[in-house]
Nanobody, 125 residues
Framework: QVRLVESGGGLVQPGGSLRLSCAVS????????MGWYRQAPGKQRELVAA???????NYAASVEGRFTISRDNTKNTVYLQMNSLKPEDTAVYYC???????????????????WGQGTQVTVSS
């Protein structure tokens, strides 16, 4: 069974920083794209940042220049460094990963995707 486990959330004052981590565990062959999403109360889940297996990144306009996504492929872990946090960044943050259980060249199977359980980030004075 593949699991995504997030950590690093918490309460921080405006202007502060947090670093989120998401480790993927289980019997997987490889991981494609990884990303961070967030969902604030009463709002839809939205993409915050994403990173491909090759390291290409994209960000939501609202976090561009403040957040940085990175990944360590040796640890199957994705990170989100969040700086200059604002109250509007308050949300539950979820990581997502697309992965192959077996070698797609042999199995022909499409990638699967899974979500973490979420970690609360609260920005408040």
């Amino acid at each position: 069974q593949v699991r995504l486990v997030e950590s690093g959330g918490g309460l921080v004052q405006p202007g502060g920083s947090l670093r989120l981590s998401c480790a993927v565990s289980g019997n997987i062959f490889s991981i494609n794209g990884m990303g961070w999403y967030r969902q604030a109360p009463g709002k839809q889940r939205e993409l915050v940042a994403a990173i491909t297996s090759g390291g290409s990144t994209n960000y939501a306009a609202s976090v561009e220049g403040r957040f940085t996504i990175s990944r360590d492929n040796t640890k199957n872990t994705v990170y989100l460094q969040m700086n200059s946090l604002k109250p509007e960044d308050t949300a539950v943050y979820y990581c997502n990963a697309e992965f192959f259980i077996g070698n797609p060249g042999l199995t022909g199977e499409p990638p699967l995707a899974s979500w973490g359980q979420g970690t609360q980030v609260t920005v408040s004075s």
